[in-house]
């Protein structure tokens, strides 16, 4: 657990923290419309992708046990 902490999540956060302000002080123009992200074939794709790669390691993890 240290190791994850010191070599993954330690960096992540220093990287949150650094950049933080940076990609806050962008402005921009006004924001577009709520109904302007398609979310009809990419989340589904995303689901399933996540649905298959979740199946698989179970079916690895029974046949190393």
Known sequence: M???FL????????LVVAFGEVVLAQTGGP???PTATPLDGGV???L???VAYG???L????KKA
């Open 2 to 4: 240290k190791l994850l």
């Open 31 to 33: 924001a577009p419309s």
């Open 44 to 46: 589904s794709l995303l």
């Open 59 to 62: 079916r690895g993890r029974r």
């Open 48 to 50: 399933a992708g996540g």
């Open 7 to 14: 070599n993954r999540l330690l960096p992540a956060l220093l």
């Open 55 to 57: 199946i698989r390691h």
